[in-house]
């Protein structure tokens, strides 16, 4: 395994300065919608995975974004935050409760097809013992390895009839993930790992995203 990809302090640090000396940016425009989701980074599953993103798979049952691939996240209520809307999320979804001592920092928030500003954060998480999927809104929880991002085509620029920006698709693994969720993997992984100034604003969202 790649040393770049060890779960370990060196990495957490090198995420955490890097996110730190990030200038996120907000949706252009005026959304009254908020959400808010959390890219937790873990250990691998394997011995050779290294760190990896959670991710999970929405169950069929929802009426909304059934069977997609998400992140743990949702809607603001009243009288939350943002950055509150992402742990509570966390927490009914998967069961993963952490706090500000987890918090490495944040990237560029997007606006969604179905009309929500979304604001992603970024965690770091060693004790997973407690996570477990919510039978109502999540089928499966994964983890995926971050060196997965160094492959051969796992990122990929589908270009669009009529349109001048491009489709994001990410195959990660035997995993196929669009934008919005693929922009913000991709994203946390140019900006936090590598330290790149890198947007991902730009990719278009494909249409099941709307529902």
Known sequence: MDDAYRFNTDLRDQLASNLNGFEYREPAGSLPKQAAVALTIVDGEGEADGASMLLTRRTSKLNKHAGQWALPGGRVDPGETPFEAALREMH???NLSLDDSHYLGRLDGLASRSGYAITPYVFWADDLSDMAPSPDEVA?????PLARFSGEQAVQHIPVDGKEQPMLR????EHRIHAPTGAFLLQLWEVGVHGLDARVDHYLHPDFTKN
């Not at 499966?140 to 995926?144: E, L, V, Y």
């Open 92 to 94: 009914e979804e998967i």
């Open 170 to 173: 990410l195959q990660l693994g």
């Open 140 to 144: 499966s929880i994964h983890r995926i």
